[in-house]
């Protein structure tokens, strides 16, 4: 039997480039947007699908981790492996789109992740009824050491900028990065959601078994509440944007003692927290 084979992050299209001077037929590149079917198996319990999302295909195992983690699910050493799904009752088009997670101990999907649940690649953390609510998925201790200063801030989204490979072909990804106090970047991922991208980085780490809390995320959009619901989840004690934060962003970064920087550019950025 054939098995499927494995999408990559952008595909070819063709094009017709139309300017004030000229028509030019020519080739491109388009970020790819597929499902993934995140599956959890507790304590030797069948696995359970706690999550479908679009993503863009690519670090898919660091995904469902960082996910598992970032909605307060799991702890960072409580995943012990993440594999794509043999159920023989697979389709072709499903067999590199579903991914189950192993975990050392049991856990309950609330409510607001049931069987029939699914997110597109604009969809986050949803149906978080307060400020408290979010704060109560912390699976980490607030981050103890030091954070950026304004001048290592105002570097981040260049340097995040420069490790943006799929971006520079495609222009369709959002990128998060994790960089440590001095404004080294630890790991950056890429992805159609921006949501998928902080939960690939997260689960970087966790995969690697580094912690996966660090002393900064950079965004290279705006900042929603769900993302620092995230970093929150996380132990993460900066958040480094090139966009806006939501009021209730904000918010929820001072209560979560997370400071958080928008409108990041080489030569300006703005303190929220």
């Given amino acids: 039997m054939q098995r499927a084979r494995r999408p990559g992050p952008s595909v070819r299209t063709r094009v017709v480039e139309h300017t004030t001077d000229a028509e030019v037929a020519r080739e491109d590149r388009l970020v790819t947007e597929e499902p ?6 507790a304590a030797g319990l069948e696995p359970r699908r706690a999550w479908v999302t679009m993503r863009t295909p690519g670090h898919d195992f660091e995904l469902a981790a960082g996910w598992l983690v970032n909605e307060g699910l799991a702890a960072p050493g409580a995943v012990t492996q993440v594999a794509y799904c043999t159920d023989a009752d697979l389709t072709p088009d499903q067999e590199l789109n579903v991914v189950t997670v192993s975990l050392a101990v049991g856990t309950d999907v609330p409510h607001r992740h049931p069987a029939a649940s699914a997110g597109s690649s604009a969809c986050g953390v949803c149906g978080k009824d307060s400020v408290a609510d979010a704060l109560a998925t912390r699976t980490a201790p607030p981050w103890p050491g ?26 369709g990804v959002h990128a998060a990065g994790l960089a440590d106090a001095d404004g080294t970047l630890l790991v950056v ?9 902080v939960d690939k980085v997260v689960g970087a780490r966790v995969l690697a078994g580094e912690p996966a809390a660090a002393a900064c995320l950079v965004l290279s959009g705006r900042v929603g509440f769900e993302l620092v619901q995230k970093a929150a989840a996380s132990g993460i004690g900066a958040i480094v944007a090139v966009g806006a934060p939501t009021s209730l962003a904000a918010r929820l970064a001072g209560e979560a003692g997370i400071e958080l920087w928008g409108f990041t550019s080489a030569g300006r950025s703005v303190s929220y927290t």
Avoid at 36 to 41: K, S, Y
């Fill in 189 to 197: 991922r890429e992805d159609v959601g921006r949501h998928n991208a």
């Fill in 36 to 41: 993934l079917e995140i599956r959890v198996r």
């Fill in 146 to 171: 030091a954070r950026p200063s304004a001048e290592v801030v105002r570097r981040l989204p260049e340097a995040l900028r420069e490790r943006q490979v799929l971006f520079a072909r495609t222009g």
